[in-house]
């Protein structure tokens, strides 16, 4: 089943879905955001109290002529001042924290759901998307939650008091300013929508443009041993000029919604302004009131000047959230866990009538009908041309993936009856390119058996051969290796992915050995620590070398999906079949 491609699906039940599913990651928060509510409350209102003072004070310094009252009301605008910032700052301090804690919520939920899913998942995925959801996505989820959330809920609250305080002070101008509004929420509504859509897009294109960034990097060596730096510039010119004709068109549409928004609240000042004008005029209100229906003017065009804002920002945190929760809520296609687990292993593997295509090429088939039956402690040698399936082979035995047809088994039992991570705690698996990662070496060895004592380490870097060039670095067991362990050589890498197979110490083994030559000595290290880890074990190698193929117990050629030889290299050649073909066309490296 091929893995779909990430937000290209189903959205249309968007902004309100995202924000359900929001809503439990702040369970725990509930009293914080209680508390940060009542304190929007007070500010608010303290927001809107302040034209009364206003009021007071025009019209005690114009038609009532009375000082005191004035002095009275600018104390109780500074009060207010105080009592404002207090909230504010309150407020901002509860919803941040705990929009930050959501946020970190979620981004352990997308990493866990990430290393869950099953791997023909990624193949159909690229990891700069993948690191996209967790980094800018789980972001603009952020702004989203510690700030923008709580700046739209004030500015709601502030919008709606004073409208309504506006209309207690006069329907009928309250009316005129309102003739404005309902064309500036239509064009909200419709621009929302565009922004929304503009944004995700832009942010795929970014996530395209950090896709070239890390291939480039990550393939540093060859991009300079071919001289390709200039060709890799243009590339990643070439997407992010994407990614930027994208987001102008976002920021476009943005600044269009924002003049528009401005244009109109500004416009609705001068009808209040123009209309009340007459009222006072004419003796039905105040100066005072009408310089208090001004600043309510005001506070409400301010408020729906940041809504309009806060909108198209929530717009471009939920389309984040979708894509965040798509990913969170992807249940993965082969469990991590659950099933038998077997009280001995004696270590006999089956591979009977094995078809199998990779889920993302179907179409496809890569193994037409293996039959393969590995005794106990068997070392088998699989040999066969480039593209013949062998590591497929191996992939099956650990359940990287399902056969399509026909079943793998150990000691007689399907795979998938099997909980997987049982099964590959039974597997030791050394692969071609061994993966170190960015941490010391006694940590990169303990990866086989986390918990593993310090001697244990020792222990298994002296079988792999490894322990006294590990011990002639500087740090020892501490040392660093960086980066996918460049700093070692490739036979040294060889060296501690072995180490880690023998702290393990699984009943079965998959070894892929690596095509690239290591020099003679390191080759014989290499190859020695390889026989004192197979012995007694089941292990299935995958052979490039003569040596090799010469001491295994059985050779089986594959060669195009298929097994088409078996048994000792000495039979095999002499029966000068395709295993003596490519015994004499040196495809094996003697
Ligand atoms: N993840 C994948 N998705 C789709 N097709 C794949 C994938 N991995 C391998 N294949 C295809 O499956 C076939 C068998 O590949 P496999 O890696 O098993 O060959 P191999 O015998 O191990 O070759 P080599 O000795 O070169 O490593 C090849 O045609 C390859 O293109």
Redesign the pocket.
């Known amino acids: 089943m091929p893995a779909p491609e990430l937000s290209s699906g189903a959205r249309a039940a968007a902004p309100r879905a995202s924000l359900r599913r929001l809503w439990p990651l702040f369970r725990e928060e509930r009293p914080a955001l209680a508390l940060a509510t009542l304190l929007l409350l007070v500010g608010s209102l303290a927001a809107l109290a302040y034209p009364q003072g206003v009021r007071i004070i025009v019209d005690g310094a114009t038609s009532r002529r009375d000082p005191a009252a004035v002095r009275d009301a600018a104390l109780l605008l500074g009060a207010l001042a105080v009592l404002q910032g207090l909230a504010v700052a309150g407020r901002a301090w509860l919803f941040g924290v705990a929009g930050e804690r959501g946020v970190r919520r979620v981004r352990e939920q997308l990493f866990r759901s990430l290393v869950s899913q099953e791997v023909a998942f990624f193949?159909g995925q690229r990891t700069g998307a993948l690191q996209s959801r967790l980094a800018s996505d789980t972001a603009a989820l952020q702004a989203l939650l510690s700030s923008q959330l709580s700046m739209a809920l004030r500015n709601g609250v502030q919008v709606a008091g004073a409208l309504a305080l506006l209309v207690y002070t006069s329907p009928r101008l309250t009316a005129v300013m309102l003739s404005v509004i309902p064309a500036v929420a239509f064009g909200a509504v419709f621009y929302g929508r565009k922004i929304r859509g503009l944004s995700r897009r832009s942010q795929d294109a970014l996530a395209e443009a950090g896709h070239v960034a890390e291939e480039s990097l990550s393939a540093i060596r060859t991009v300079r041993a071919f001289a390709a730096e200039d060709a890799e510039d243009r590339r990643y010119g070439a997407a992010v000029a994407r990614a930027f004709a994208l987001a102008r068109a976002r920021v476009l549409a943005g600044s269009v919604f924002l003049g528009a928004t401005y244009a109109g609240v500004y416009a609705a000042i001068a009808v209040v302004l123009g209309y009340g004008g007459a009222l006072v005029a004419q003796g039905a209100l105040t100066a005072g009131a009408l310089t208090a229906f001004l600043v309510y003017t005001l506070l409400i065009a301010m408020g729906l000047g940041t809504l309009a804002d806060n909108w198209a920002e929530a717009m471009r945190g939920l389309g984040a959230a979708e894509r965040v929760f798509e990913l969170v809520d992807r249940a993965p296609a082969m469990a991590l866990r659950g099933g038998r687990r077997l009280e001995r292993v004696a270590g006999r593997v089956a591979f009977e009538d094995v078809r199998f295509s990779?889920p993302?090429?179907p179409e496809?088939e890569?193994l037409h009908g293996i039959e393969l039956v590995v005794e106990p402690g068997e070392v088998v040698a699989l040999v066969?041309?480039?593209?013949?399936?062998?590591?497929?082979?191996g992939?099956l035995l650990v359940r990287l993936y399902d056969p399509s047809a026909g079943r793998v088994t150990l000691d007689g039992h399907d795979l998938r009856e099997l909980d997987p991570s049982w099964l590959r705690a039974q597997v030791g698996v050394v692969s071609?390119e061994p993966v170190l990662f960015s941490t010391s070496v006694a940590e990169n060895v303990r990866y086989g058996r986390p918990g593993a004592s310090d001697a244990e380490v020792r222990e298994a870097l002296a079988g792999a051969n490894a322990l006294d060039f590990v011990q002639g670095f500087p740090d020892g067991l501490a040392t660093r290796v960086g980066e996918r362990g460049q700093q070692l050589s490739g036979g040294q890498k060889q060296r501690v992915a072995i180490a880690r197979a023998i702290l393990k110490d699984p009943r079965l083994l998959l070894l892929d050995e690596a095509?690239s030559a290591l020099d003679a000595g390191s080759e014989a290290l290499v190859q020695e620590a390889l026989a004192r880890l197979m012995r007694g074990r089941t292990a299935i190698v995958?052979a490039h070398r003569l040596s090799t193929v010469v001491g295994a117990d059985r050779v089986v050629v594959?060669d195009g999906?298929r097994v088409i030889e078996s048994g000792g290299h000495a039979a095999l050649v002499s029966r000068g079949g395709a295993y003596a073909r490519l015994v004499e066309r040196q495809v094996l490296r003697g």
């Open positions: 193949d990779y993302l090429r496809a890569v066969g041309p480039s593209g013949a399936g062998k590591s497929t082979l992939a071609q095509t995958i594959i999906g």
